[in-house]
């Protein structure tokens, strides 16, 4: 696996995360890195994580606890820029981000794709989630425990 790692962003990093950005025909699938730095700024609780592979900033991902499901931890966006999509750096920025919500004491993670999103879709059942039957704002609502034996694996 392709080492991906994730770390809060800072000061240093926000208008690099910024500057991130998907391809135009998946701009239906993920906001704006700017709206997900503002919807953060909005919740405290949220962790908005920058995604790097060795020094380069590849992409970004946000964590926020699930509002009264103690233990879960919604993954409300997650991006790879489109300059480094296809080389496995999702399925390694995942797993990167996985591990922290984990060490964080976290034993579920939800998260909801976009009916059509095949990459998504692929990339998370993968890595383990499945359909949960529920739909929110039109998305198909993904879930997976996260267990420590997982750690190892991963
Ligand atoms: C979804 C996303 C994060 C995947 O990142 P990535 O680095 O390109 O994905 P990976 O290279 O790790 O590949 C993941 C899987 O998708 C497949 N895949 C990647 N790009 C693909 C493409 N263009 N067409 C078909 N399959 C593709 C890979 O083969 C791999 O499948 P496998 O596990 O069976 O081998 C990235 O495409 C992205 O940022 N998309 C736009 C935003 C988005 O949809 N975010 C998810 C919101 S829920």
Redesign the pocket.
Known sequence: MVPVHCEPVTADTYEAVMALD?LPG?RD??APNVRSLADAWACPAAEPLALREGAELV?FALLKPAADVPGTVSLCR???DHR????????AGLTAVLDRARAAGYTRVR????PG????F??YR?AGFGETGELEDGEIVLARDLTPDDAAMS
Do not use: D, E, K
């Not at 480094?84 to 399925?91: S, T």
């Not at 998260?111 to 976009?114: E, G, I, P, R, T």
């Open positions: 998907v998946q699938y993920v992409g997650y991006m790879i480094f999509q296809g080389r496995r750096l999702g399925h998260l909801s794709v976009v999103n095949h990459v998504a692929r990339l993968t």
